[in-house]
DNA sequence: GATCTCATAGTTAAAAGCGG
DNA sequence: CCGCTTTTAACTATGAGATC
């Protein structure tokens, strides 16, 4: 029997991911690199604008744009294509850890593949508005050419601040060679579950999958493997489906906080927290235009919605899986969590649970 | 035979650029 | 100056293929 439980886990899991005890030193980045290697691949926030740099939300008690723009113009940030060719950053001593795991060969490598790659090749990298003056392929063709060799870590795009004109270089020419044969990724892949499962202190297999987008055969056969080689262990924790932990974790006898963390948090579709709970939550919440997740005292209990645009938009309703009194009670607090990101200068919140709350004094005048 | 999984193509967003 | 295309990234729909 697992001594653990359920709350502990989740205390225990915000604590390892920076939520419950946020970064402070906006120049420490020892700390903030230690961190950002708990929760790699890092993608950026969902709904940001393409070539953002990744952020930390919610983990550092500072603005940390500043210090990850930093880490990746020096290159110790390295942006690819990892959990199911998702853009995301990884640290530049794991590179090759991830870039092994989940290298995926295009199905087909045609024409395009062969000619944009031996044309960077011979240039020593190009934008893809100079590729697109050499060749004689459409945008498209050339866009999509660029994305399949970045999921085959053929190619690296050398993206170091927000502009759109990147760099696209040979991968192996800039960093190393990545391994080829099926062994060598099966060894990146089996330590890279294992470090998601000690980021996350217990997974399910489901999520796991939801995590990382593999097959869920090959997610089992690693699974199997992490366990019979004693790094993981089988468990069942009290109110949860049965999952993994960490050999040490699983033994371990220090005490851990038994509470519940209380507070709200707002988590955006990229969050790994959100990632590793998204086929569950996709389902719960099916047919809603989500554009966040609540995190009620360490369990996902509510959803933000509203329709997304690059300029400003409105908070259409926030739905709350609490009882009544609850929800009355926590208003203002759930309010200050959504507005943390969604600030009334040039956004409005118009319902809360489906009841319209333009008639609050606080949201009233904001906007017209 | 039914379900599960995967790849591909199409859609979404705002704005800028271009041609007629 | 209107309408069409292009840009980025991710999600959805669809059809094909594989597996139980």
């Not at 005890?21 to 940001?48: I, K």
């Not at 550092?60 to 110790?76: C, F």
């Not at 944009?116 to 999509?144: M, P």
């Amino acid at each position: 029997m697992n001594p653990w439980k359920y709350s502990e886990i989740i205390a225990e899991r915000m604590k390892r991911q920076g939520l419950t005890q946020p970064l402070d030193n906006p120049l420490d980045e020892e700390s903030y690199t230690e961190l950002f290697r708990r929760l790699q691949p890092v993608a950026p926030v969902h709904f940001s604008r393409p070539g953002d740099p990744p952020k930390l939300i919610h983990r550092t008690e500072y603005d940390d744009t500043g210090m990850s723009s930093s880490l990746r113009e020096r290159h110790i940030l390295v942006k690819g294509r990892f959990l199911g060719g998702r853009v995301a950053y990884v640290l530049e001593d794991d590179l090759k850890l991830y870039a092994t795991a989940f290298r995926k060969m295009p199905t087909r490598f045609n024409r395009v593949h062969e000619d944009v790659l031996s044309t960077i090749r011979e240039a020593g990298g190009l934008t893809k508005e100079q590729l697109k003056q050499e060749l004689d392929y459409s945008a498209g063709d050339i866009g999509k050419a660029l994305q399949d060799l970045q999921c085959a870590f053929l190619l690296q795009e050398d993206q170091i601040d927000t502009d759109w004109e990147t760099g696209w270089l040979d991968f192996a020419e800039e960093w190393f060679e990545i391994p080829t044969d099926a062994e060598s990724q099966e060894e990146a892949l089996l330590e890279v579950i294992q470090r998601f499962v000690v980021s996350m202190v217990f997974v399910t297999e489901s999520q796991i999958k939801s995590w990382c987008s593999l097959p869920s055969k090959t997610i089992k056969e690693m699974v199997r493997r992490l366990v019979e080689s004693g790094r993981l262990v089988r468990t069942q924790v009290e109110g949860l489906d049965e999952g993994v932990m960490s050999i040490e974790d699983a033994e371990s006898t220090s005490s851990y906080t038994s509470e519940y963390p209380k507070g709200i948090y707002m988590l955006d579709k990229s969050d790994i927290l959100v990632r590793a709970q998204m086929d569950e939550l996709k389902t719960r919440y099916k047919g809603l235009e989500v554009l966040q997740y609540l995190l009620v005292d360490g369990k996902f209990q509510g959803v933000v919605l509203g329709h997304w645009r690059i300029g400003p938009y409105d908070v259409d309703d926030i739905i709350l899986d609490l009882d009544q009194s609850e929800l009355a009670a926590r208003q203002a607090e759930v309010l200050a969590a959504v507005r943390e990101i969604y600030n009334p200068e040039d956004c409005a919140i118009l319902r809360y649970n489906g009841a319209e709350i333009s008639k609050c004094p606080i949201e009233e005048g904001k906007r017209s």
